[in-house]
């Protein structure tokens, strides 16, 4: 019996490291792998029958049997990974590929610097409270002008200014020249408090230079309730401008006009490159000061044309736009480097 059992155990060892050594398959690996530790395998068998051994016997051939399985075992995986190994190599000498070769470089692509500019105002102004409220590109004569107590006569109604667009009845509709119209748009919708911001394009019939695109974007403001004055927005606009420029940053009010508003202010922003003591600074030419924004208290005209009592509530709105305080603080001398979309400038944001 045991001569026997010993004899078996040489005979499989022998057979299965010839084959394994012979195939030249993977399909032909597995049906040997099976044969021999397979459920019902040649080895699988044997180890089975061990139990009826008597104990002296137990103790030679146990770990006999398994000293073998673990080498079959190896023997096979090791054939496995040269077939695999081998396929691989064949399939890619049929190809030209050359695995030498460098690999290609490919850019990560960063954001734009008008969305990183227009990500950190926006971001500052929400700590603020204000939210984020959208409208139209292209809007109605009622909500981009009359609503806004802007007259039919007024100069930005002109053709010159204005892209309209031709309606086949009546030239109702224009590219929106502001973002105040949706101040209109969600005062119609909300009752005060009011507290928004309207980021987005705008439009106008501008030549281009280094100052003035015919597309830009603004960001509105518009903040309504009881007892709101120029104080609330000198504050807010103040700390706005600090979390821009710094804690040194400082704002100033300069009378101005706007039909929707009534005071109307320009808003400086004390600049940040000279801080006012280079009388030749290129940046705000000497004057200490750069004009940023317009604002003002809301005109009751304005209120009332969407049913908001200026009697009891007042508000104020700005306006800036997005690409001149982007030029200001990452000192871009021409507004054309935002939409030209030369990488070698846009990388350096
Ligand atoms: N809409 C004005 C502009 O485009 C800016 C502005 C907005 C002024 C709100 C006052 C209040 O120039």
């Known amino acids: 019996m045991t001569e026997e059992l010993k004899t078996k155990l040489t005979q499989i060892e022998k057979t299965y490291t010839e084959k394994i050594h012979q195939t030249a398959s993977l399909k032909n690996l597995q049906d040997l792998q099976v044969a021999a530790l397979g459920r019902k395998g040649e080895l699988t068998e044997l180890l089975k029958n061990l139990k009826d051994l008597p104990l002296e ?8 049997s398994n000293a073998l399985k673990t080498k ?20 890619l000498n049929k190809t030209n590929l050359d695995l030498t070769l460098p690999a290609y470089t490919f850019d ?12 950190r105002m926006t971001t500052i102004l929400s700590r603020l409270g204000f939210v984020w409220s959208e409208g139209p590109l292209i809007e109605d004569n009622y909500h981009n002008f009359d609503a806004l107590n802007i007259p039919k006569h007024h100069p930005a109604r002109d053709v010159q200014d204005t892209f309209f667009i031709k309606n086949a009845k009546e030239d109702k509709f224009v590219l929106r020249t502001h973002t105040s119209g949706v101040q ?3 005062m119609e919708k909300q009752k005060p408090p009011i507290r928004l911001i309207a980021p987005g394009r ?12 015919p597309v830009f974007n603004q960001i509105e403001g518009l903040y309504i309730d009881k007892n709101v004055s120029l104080a609330d927005l000198k504050r807010d606009l103040s700390v706005f401008m600090q979390g821009l420029f710094g804690q040194k940053a400082a704002v100033r009010f300069r009378p101005s006009f706007f039909p929707f508003t009534e005071p109307s202010v320009e808003v400086d922003v004390k600049c940040v490159f000279c801080e006012g003591k280079d009388a030749g600074c290129p940046v705000c030419k000497g004057t200490g000061w750069k004009e940023m924004l317009g604002a003002g208290i809301v005109h009751p005209n304005v209120l009332k044309n969407c049913g908001i009592d200026p009697q009891i509530y007042s508000g104020y709105a700005f306006g800036m736009g ?25 990388e350096q944001f």
């Open 57 to 64: 016997d137990k103790k030679t051939f146990g770990p006999l």
């Open 72 to 91: 079959l075992t190896t023997a096979f995986e090791q054939k496995q990974t040269e077939l695999e190994t081998a396929a691989v190599n064949e399939e």
């Open 108 to 119: 990560k692509g960063a954001r734009h610097p008008l969305s990183i500019a227009q990500k």
């Open 184 to 186: 209109i748009r969600a």
């Open 202 to 213: 705008v439009y106008r019939k501008d030549d281009i230079d280094a100052t003035h695109s």
């Open 322 to 346: 997005v690409e001149r305080l982007a030029m200001f603080t990452l000192d871009i001398k021409d507004i054309r480097a935002f939409y030209e979309n030369d990488v070698r400038i846009l």
